[in-house]
């Protein structure tokens, strides 16, 4: 059973940091592309950040140059690193997996959603 766990949101001041973290577990047949969704209240959930396999990177034009998706050496967990934090940043990020399964197809699997609020 594929598993994905997100941890590290919370209240950051504007302007300030945040790092989130993704685990995935669970899963024989590899984990492919992996990435950062994000929703704010009464909008549509929209992709932050993704990483490829190979550990290729695309962000929103959003984010861009604030935030940096990257993995450890396992390659089971995947960071989200938010500088320089705006109020429009205020949303639940979610982390969305691509597992490998038996038969060569992807298993996309979301997890619960971590809340990142930015305020004064």
């Known amino acids: 059973q594929e598993h994905v766990v997100e941890s590290g949101g919370g209240l950051v001041q504007p302007g300030g940091s945040l790092r989130l973290s993704c685990a995935a577990s669970g899963n024989r047949f590899g984990i492919h592309g992996r990435a950062w969704y994000r929703q704010a209240p009464g909008k549509q959930r929209e992709l932050v950040a993704f990483?490829?396999?190979?550990?290729?990177?695309n962000y929103a034009y959003s984010v861009q140059g604030r935030f940096t998706v990257s993995r450890d050496n396992t390659e089971n967990t995947i960071f989200l690193q938010m500088n320089n934090l705006i109020p429009e940043d205020t949303a639940v990020y979610y982390c969305?997996?691509?597992?490998?399964?038996?038969?060569?197809?992807?298993?996309?699997?979301w997890g619960q959603g971590t809340l990142v609020t930015v305020n004064a």
């Open positions: 969305y997996v691509e597992f490998g399964t038996s038969d060569n197809r992807y298993l996309g699997v």
């Open positions: 990483i490829s396999r190979e550990g290729d990177t």
